[in-house]
């Protein structure tokens, strides 16, 4: 059974910090890039950030990019995304998904879409005040 259970998520004011972590089973973890998407209310689901199967390369959205970083310990079995400097703009709905077919090994180009992507989590919720 895939199973990605993310954590993390709460009430934070503008200008905070949350760090979310994601922990999986039931996939190869070490095989797969591990990606974070977010859904606000009434938006389509967007990228936010990937990392490498090693942990090595990155990418992240533009909307986030200075502001959150994405990492993962694989011997853990778990991916995080360090969230700084918070926005309301910010709050939605955190997915934590699993790519095996489009691994990223961070030569070749980043998977950023969410057909790239095999399994997801049930989402956290982080909520940004003004």
């Known amino acids: 059974q895939v199973q990605l259970v993310e954590s993390g998520g709460g009430l934070v004011q503008a200008g905070g910090s949350l760090r979310l972590s994601c922990e999986a089973s039931?996939?190869?973890?070490?095989?797969?890039?591990m990606g974070w998407f977010r859904q606000a209310p009434g938006k389509e689901r967007e990228f936010v950030a990937v990392?490498?199967?090693?942990?090595?390369?990155?990418n992240s959205a533009a909307s986030v990019k200075g502001r959150f970083t994405v990492s993962r310990d694989n011997a853990k079995r778990t991916l995080y995304l360090q969230m700084n400097h918070l926005k309301p703009d910010d709050t939605a709905v955190y997915y934590c998904?699993?790519?095996?077919?489009?691994?990223?090994?961070?030569?070749?180009?980043?998977?950023?879409?969410?057909?790239?992507?095999?399994?997801w989590g049930p989402g956290t919720q982080v909520t940004v005040s003004s």
């Open positions: 998904a699993s790519s095996a077919r489009y691994a990223w090994s961070g030569v070749e180009y980043a998977p950023i879409v969410e057909e790239q992507y095999d399994s």
């Open positions: 039931g996939i190869d973890f070490s095989r797969s890039a």
């Open positions: 990392v490498s199967k090693l942990g090595g390369k990155t």
